[in-house]
C-alpha cells in the first residue's frame, strides 16, 4: 500500500506513508474496528494501562502512517518496538484481525523507512544477517562466549568497547548471556532409524539458539520420536527457522532462511517437519505467507507449511505411547506465545505431561500473558522485559511447583533468569525432557 502524500507534520528525515509489496495491506489495517476487546490481552497494556501501548493504539499509529497523517518519528517507533508480537491480541479479536502480519509488515517499513540509532543498525546487520543465517557462524559465536565467559576475556571487550557496537547496556548484555549446553546440537544428514515398526518418517528442524543453549533437550526430543517409533531426519544444510528476522522486520534474510530450510526439508520426503521451538514452528507454519510473492518457492513453502507440526501436537495425533516409569513431581506448564496464541496449541503439551505417571500437573495464573522473553526483546526493550519475566515468575512461584515445563527455548531462558531474580527454587525443563525422563525410567517401572 503507498500513501504517497507527505503530511506537513512529517519533520524532514522522517518518513510518512508506508511503501512497497511488504507494506501492511489496507485489508488488515481497515480490519480493526477499534473495539478494545484486546485491550486486557495485552502485555504491554496490562503493565502500563497506556493507550498507545496497546494493540488498538499501535494499529492507530499504523493507521495514522499509511494514510500520511503521521509521521514515522522515534516515538512511534518506540511503541512498535515495545510490542512483544505475543500474537495475545489475536486470540481475543472478534474481528480476526491478523495482528502478526501487521507487525512484522510495519517492522519491515521501520527498517526500510527509519533510521535506527548507528550502533543498532551495526548490531542487526551483525545478529540478523551474518551470524543467524549460518550455523556455522552462529556455533563460533557460541564457542566465542563459552571462552568469553571462561577465560576473562570480558575485561578486554568492556576496556575496548566492542559490546558498544550492540544495542541495549554492556553490562545488562553480560548478565542475559544465557549458559550454554556442553556440546551444542548439530544437524548434518543423520537419519535415526526405529526398531521395529516405523509408524512415520520425520524431519525435524534443529533451529538456531536452541542448539548452543537447549542441545539436551532437542536430543530429548529425537530419543522420544524414536519411542514413538517415528524415524528422525536431521536433514543436512538446514539452519534458523527466519522467525527472529521477521519478527524484527528483516524480512528479506528470512525469506532466504525459510528457501534453504525447505530445500532441506524436502530432501527427506518426510511424513512430517517436526519442531520443538514454539517460536520456530509459528514461523515455519507460515512460510507460505513469507514467501507469498516468490513464484519458485510458493508451493514448496505451502508443502512444508503443511507439514510442519509441533512436537507436542505430532504426537498426540501419532497417538502418544504413553510411559510406564514415573516421575515424582508437580509441574506447572508454562504457555509459549508462538504455541498457544499463533499456533492456538494448548492442550497437546498437556496431554503430554498427563500421560507421565506420578507427575502432579497445576494451573498457573495468567497463563496466556508473556513472559516477555520475544526473541531480542529481552535485550532491545530490558525494563518491560523484566517487568513481565517477574510477574510470570510470581504466577509460577504461586503454584508451589518443583518444575516449570516449557516448550521454547527463549521462554525458558527467560523464566530461568526471572526466578533466579525471584529466588525461587523452581526448575525449568522442556515437556519433552520431562516425557524423555519418564521413559528412561522404564527399566526401573
Ligand atoms: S480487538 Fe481487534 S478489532 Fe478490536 S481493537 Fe483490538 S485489534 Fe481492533
Ligand atoms: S502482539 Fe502482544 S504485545 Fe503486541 S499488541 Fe498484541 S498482545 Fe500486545
Avoid at 551444542?184 to 528442524?205: D, H, P, S, Y
Wanted: with cysteine; glycine share 8%.
Amino acid at each position: 500500500m503507498t500513501h504517497p502524500q507527505q503530511h506537513p507534520i512529517a519533520k524532514a528525515g522522517t518518513f510518512a506513508g508506508f511503501s512497497g509489496p511488504d507494506a501492511p495491506r489496507d485489508e488488515d489495517l481497515y480490519k480493526c474496528v477499534h473495539c478494545g476487546f484486546c485491550l486486557n490481552a495485552c502485555p504491554t497494556y496490562l503493565e502500563t494501562g497506556l493507550e498507545m501501548e496497546s494493540p488498538r493504539g499501535r494499529i492507530a499509529l499504523m493507521k495514522g502512517v499509511a494514510e500520511g497523517r503521521l509521521a514515522m518519528t522515534e516515538s512511534v517507533v518506540g511503541h512498535w518496538d515495545m510490542c512483544l508480537q505475543c500474537r495475545a491480541c489475536e486470540v481475543a479479536c472478534p474481528s480476526g484481525v491478523p495482528y502478526g502480519r501487521l507487525m512484522e509488515a510495519t517492522r519491515s517499513q521501520i527498517e526500510t523507512n527509519f533510521k535506527r540509532p548507528l550502533r543498532e543498525r551495526v548490531g542487526r546487520n551483525i545478529g540478523y544477517t551474518k551470524v543467524l543465517t549460518s550455523p556455522k557462524r552462529l556455533r563460533w559465536v557460541g564457542r566465542a562466549a563459552k571462552l568469553y565467559r571462561k577465560t576473562g576475556a570480558q575485561f578486554v571487550a568492556r576496556k575496548t568497547g566492542v559490546l558498544g557496537a550492540l544495542p541495549g547496556d554492556q553490562e545488562y548484555l553480560d548478565e542475559s548471556l544465557p549458559e550454554l549446553s556442553k556440546n551444542f546440537f548439530v544437524a548434518n544428514g543423520q537419519v535415526i532409524t526405529v526398531e521395529g515398526k516405523r509408524r512415520a518418517k520425520v524431519a525435524m528442524l534443529a533451529g538456531c539458539v536452541m542448539t548452543l543453549t537447549h542441545a539436551p533437550a532437542l536430543e530429548a526430543a529425537v530419543r522420544v520420536l524414536s519411542k514413538n517409533g517415528v524415524e528422525v531426519h536431521l536433514s543436512a544444510n538446514q539452519g534458523c527457522c527466519g522467525a527472529l528476522n521477521a519478527h524484527a522486520g528483516e524480512l528479506e534474510s528470512s525469506r532466504k532462511m525459510a528457501r534453504q530450510n525447505i530445500d532441506s526439508f524436502l530432501t527427506a520426503m518426510p511424513d512430517a517437519v517436526i519442531v520443538a521451538s514454539a517460536g520456530c514452528g509459528s514461523t515455519m507454519k507460515e512460510y507460505a505467507e513469507l514467501l507469498h510473492d516468490d513464484s519458485a518457492y510458493l508451493e514448496k513453502a505451502e508443502h512444508v507449511a503443511s507439514l510442519t507440526k509441533d512436537i507436542h501436537e505430532f504426537l498426540i495425533e501419532l497417538g502418544l505411547r504413553a510411559p510406564k516409569g514415573s516421575l515424582d513431581c508437580t509441574v506447572t506448564y508454562q504457555d509459549a506465545c508462538h504455541l498457544a496464541s499463533a499456533q492456538r496449541i494448548t492442550a497437546a503439551p498437556r496431554e503430554v505431561l498427563d500421560a507421565i505417571p506420578g507427575l502432579k500437573r497445576v494451573e498457573m495464573p495468567e497463563p496466556l500473558v508473556c513472559c516477555g522473553s520475544a526473541g531480542t526483546y529481552s535485550i532491545t526493550q530490558k525494563e518491560m522485559s523484566q517487568r513481565l519475566g517477574n510477574r510470570k515468575a510470581s504466577n509460577i512461584a504461586s503454584t508451589d511447583a518443583q518444575i516449570v515445563a516449557t516448550a521454547n527455548p527463549g521462554c525458558a531462558l527467560q523464566m530461568t533468569s526471572a526466578l533466579k531474580r525471584a529466588n525461587a527454587d523452581v526448575k525449568v525443563r522442556y515437556v519433552i525432557e520431562l516425557l524423555d525422563e519418564a521413559y528412561s525410567n522404564e527399566s526401573d517401572a
